[in-house]
C-alpha cells in the first residue's frame, strides 16, 4: 500500500528565504510523486512530477524537488519564497497500474511574511 | 484555467438526502476521477471512470456512486448523505488512465457540500 505523510502542517518563511516543504513516502512499487499547489477556493495545480527520469525535478514558479530512494524522500524547495507562493502545498504518490489513482498527503500550509 | 468545471460550487443539504455533483472534463479526456477532500486534509481519491465505466475505487462505501457520458461530461451520486460527507468535492480529468510522461491530472475548482 502506498503512503504519503508531509512534515509540518504549518510552514512560515520571509519573503525572500528559502522554501522548504517535505514529503516522505511509502510504495511496494517504483512510484510516481507528485507536488501539487492549491490556492484559496480553488482546485489543485500540479507543480511539478517525478516520473523516474531525472532525480531533480524542475517545476513551475521556481519550485524544484529531488527524489531520493535511500530516505523515500520527496522535499520541495524554492530558494527565494515569494508572496505570491502562500497557499497549500500537497505531495502525491502514484503507481502506474492502469486502475490509477493518486494518495495525496495532508497538505503543508506555507505563510509568506512581508 | 484547467478546463474542468464543476457545478455546482457550493451545495447545502440536509442529512439523508441525496446530491448530484457535476463535472465538465476537458475535451478529449476519456478519464475523470473523483475526490472528496475534508477540511483540513488531503483529497481522498473515490473513484474514477474510463471510457464511461468505473476503472477504480477507493475505500468509499456504494452510496457513493458516479456516471460518466460521452460529451466527457460526469456525476457523483451520494445517497443517504451523512454529516461526515461535508467536504469540498474535486474532479479531475486526464486523457488515459495510468501514468504517461506527459500524463497529468486537471482539477476543477470544487464543490463545496455541507450537510446539516
Known amino acids: 500500500a502506498q503512503s504519503v505523510t508531509q512534515l509540518g502542517s504549518h510552514v512560515s518563511v520571509s519573503e525572500g528565504a528559502l522554501v522548504l516543504l517535505r514529503c516522505n513516502y511509502s510504495s511496494s512499487v517504483p512510484p510516481y510523486l507528485f507536488w501539487y499547489v492549491q490556492y484559496p477556493n480553488q482546485g489543485l495545480q500540479l507543480l511539478l512530477k517525478y516520473t523516474s527520469a531525472a532525480t531533480l525535478v524542475k517545476g513551475i514558479n521556481g519550485f524544484e524537488a529531488e527524489f531520493k530512494k535511500s530516505e523515500t524522500s520527496f522535499h520541495l524547495t524554492k530558494p527565494s519564497a515569494h508572496m505570491s507562493d502562500a497557499a497549500e502545498y500537497f505531495c502525491?504518490?502514484?503507481?502506474?497500474?492502469?486502475?490509477?489513482?493518486?494518495?495525496f498527503g495532508a497538505g503543508t500550509r506555507l505563510f509568506v511574511k512581508a | 484555467e484547467t478546463g474542468v468545471t464543476q457545478s455546482p460550487t457550493h451545495l447545502i443539504k440536509t442529512r439523508g438526502q441525496q446530491v448530484t455533483l457535476r463535472c465538465s472534463s476537458q475535451?478529449?479526456?476519456?478519464?475523470v476521477s473523483w475526490y472528496q477532500q475534508a477540511l483540513g486534509q488531503g483529497p481522498q481519491f473515490i473513484f474514477q471512470y474510463y471510457r464511461e465505466e468505473e476503472n477504480g475505487r477507493g475505500n468509499f462505501p456504494p452510496r457513493f456512486s458516479g456516471l460518466q457520458f460521452p460529451n466527457y461530461s460526469s456525476e457523483l451520486n451520494v445517497n443517504a448523505l451523512e454529516l461526515d460527507d461535508s467536504a469540498l468535492y474535486l474532479c479531475?480529468?486526464?486523457?488515459?488512465?495510468?501514468?504517461?510522461?506527459?500524463?497529468?491530472?486537471?482539477f476543477g475548482s470544487g464543490t463545496q457540500l455541507s450537510v446539516l
Open positions: 502525491a504518490v502514484s503507481e502506474d497500474t492502469g486502475g490509477f489513482k493518486t494518495i
Open positions: 479531475a480529468s486526464s486523457l488515459e488512465p495510468g501514468i504517461a510522461t506527459n500524463e497529468k491530472l486537471f
Open positions: 475535451s478529449g479526456h476519456n478519464t
